[in-house]
């Protein structure tokens, strides 16, 4: 016959390492009681598994006048806590050991100095198998002491044994004190709790069976679903064999303590996922982790656009295409006008981008700002609404304070957006005053006409003045009837103003190719800026909540 195996959940270890993870992940983002309970779990947890496994530790908390003391002697079979009419009666928590070799650091741990070792053994009616070897059974103080101490003694020992033992009586079984300040709160721990109804001898035997259906239901209402009630009296025996038999049964399992460990760990993750709530349900969906957050991949553009124009990239674009041209004409104009054009700024210059110094270096730091003009009001206010719309976009599937933090990491490094943009357009615009190689050519080429027409200017020059002085003609030579002196002249001037005048349509051209490309770099520039220094951080913070959903899903396992 083929067996099959029951799969098993994640280890104790892994879930606690998941725990830890997810608190380290919700640092600076969750209250911080929250953080650092769910540290002190996995700490707590850790010093638990360290100490005896092989002893269980049961606790009977209750209110003032429940019977926790009577019960805690019925158990042992001794007079160990005293039982008086004067309340409270314990003040402080004591413990009955059965088998309790190995255990001393473990009630050091949980600070109880009182220890007792039950001499008579249990009741012969007891069943056989209610063997309490390895039992530790503490009696707790009143939960409703009218001395804090108390309670807060109550408190601590309720978050560090293995087994829960609630002990109520008829009068109070329903009193609002302990099913909203620990029952309801400790619904994820109903695998290692017990609640026992006391003193039922005071109540003929059909209202017994009423009060017991009552409780299960308050308690299921508590969201304490299964969890065993017995009805038993310490002062007539009643009800005792079972709860022996119950308790000698969780004591021979050796996994009360895996157990509430287990379930510290899931309230813990509970209280992280949704800390408005608690500590949650266990094992259900918890609306604070939310679903994970959308793609910043197409929120780009939108803020690129705002940035670009914050940043006057039109302008810096009209002005690459302007001193390509202002540029052109300096390089390759008539030499007898162009000197004219180096009286006007060159556009590019104004803005103090593209200075001959960083263009011969266009790896160097840029230092200072340009002078491109700051950005309106209205620009300001877009870029905003880009960065909010990035935000908010980014966190809508997230609840709580995830989505704050994802909107926060989009102004995280606002302040720095406005020097980042300035320099990328500084650096992406050194390009922008290179000459191309046809200019120097065209420049040769135009002195080397303005040189013919010097030459015939000069070769006129003469002729007049030899003819001023009456000194014979030499012989003049022409091109058709139009002497040569003159077609240098006239030939070199016409020819300087055509290459000029095509120079100049070349450059036209020339800047319109020029500003697209710019554009589309400073474009890139930008984007990448918008990456850096909005985008990147609200991934990050996206990615940093998957692995958080991820941990708490791994540790409530």
Not at 369 to 388: D, F, M, N, Y
Request: charged share 25%; hydrophobic share 45%; net charge positive.
């Amino acid at each position: 016959m083929k067996l099959l195996r029951r799969k098993e959940g994640p280890s104790l270890d892994s879930r606690l390492a998941a725990l830890l993870e997810a608190a380290e992940l919700a640092e600076g983002r969750l209250p911080a009681d929250v953080v650092s309970n769910a540290r002190a779990v996995a700490e707590r947890a850790g010093t638990r598994r360290s100490l005896s496994v092989d002893h269980t530790v049961a606790a009977l908390a209750g209110a003032t006048g429940s019977g926790k003391s009577s019960l805690f002697n019925a158990l042992a079979g001794d007079e160990l806590a005293a039982v008086g009419v004067t309340r409270p009666t314990t003040s402080t928590a004591q413990a009955a050991l059965w088998d309790g070799t190995g255990a001393g650091p473990l009630l050091d741990w949980l600070e109880i100095p009182q220890r007792h070792t039950p001499q008579t053994p249990v009741e012969p009616t007891a069943p056989a198998d209610a063997d309490f070897s390895g039992l530790i059974l503490l009696d707790l103080p009143d939960h409703d002491s009218i001395r804090l101490a108390h309670r807060l003694e109550v408190d601590r020992l309720v978050e560090l044994v293995d087994l829960l033992v609630w002990v109520l009586d008829p009068q109070k079984y329903a009193d609002a004190a302990v099913h909203e300040r620990y029952l309801r709160p400790l619904s994820g721990h109903r695998d290692v709790m017990v609640v026992v109804l006391n003193q039922i001898d005071r109540l003929p035997p059909h209202a017994v069976d009423r009060c017991l259906r009552d409780l299960r239901r308050l308690l299921d209402d508590d969201g304490l679903t299964g969890v065993p009630i017995l009805g038993v009296s310490a002062r007539t025996g009643a009800g005792l064999a079972d709860l022996r038999e119950l308790l000698a049964k969780r004591v021979a399992e050796r996994r009360s303590w895996s157990a509430r460990l287990s379930a510290d760990v899931s309230a813990a993750a509970d209280r992280l996922a949704d800390p408005s709530h608690g500590a949650g349900t266990p094992g259900g969906a918890v609306a604070g982790l939310g679903r994970p957050g959308g793609a910043v991949a197409g929120l780009g553009t939108p803020l690129t656009d705002a940035l670009s124009e914050a940043a006057g990239v039109p302008l810096v674009v009209a002005a690459v295409s302007k001193g390509h041209r202002h540029r052109a004409v300096v390089a390759t104009g008539w030499p007898v006008t162009k000197w004219v054009r180096r009286f006007r700024p060159d556009p590019l210059r104004r803005l103090r981008i593209g200075t001959s110094s960083a263009a011969k270096s266009a790896d160097r730091e840029i230092v200072g700002r340009t002078s491109v003009p700051a950005a309106s009001a209205v620009q300001k206010a877009q870029v905003e609404t880009a960065l909010r719309d990035v935000g908010e976009a980014a966190a809508s599937d997230l609840a709580g304070v995830w989505a704050a933090a994802v909107r926060q990491a989009a102004r995280s490094r606002a302040g720095d957006l406005a020097d980042a943009v300035d320099r990328a357009v500084a650096t992406t615009s050194l390009g922008a005053t290179r000459r191309p190689r046809w200019w120097r050519a065209v420049g040769v080429l135009q002195w080397l006409v303005f040189a013919v027409m010097v030459a015939g200017g000069l070769w006129l020059g003469a002729l007049f003045g030899m003819d001023y002085l009456r000194l014979p003609q030499p012989p003049l030579p022409t091109v058709g009837v139009v002497p040569w002196p003159t077609v240098l002249l006239g030939g070199g001037a016409l020819s300087g103003v055509v290459i000029a005048l095509l120079s100049r349509l070349a450059a036209w051209a020339g800047g319109h190719r020029r500003a697209r490309r710019v554009a589309k770099a400073l474009r890139a520039a930008i984007a990448q800026v918008g990456a850096d220094y909005v985008l990147d951080p609200v991934e990050g913070e996206l990615a940093r909540h998957a692995r958080f959903t991820e941990a708490i899903t791994r540790a409530r396992a």
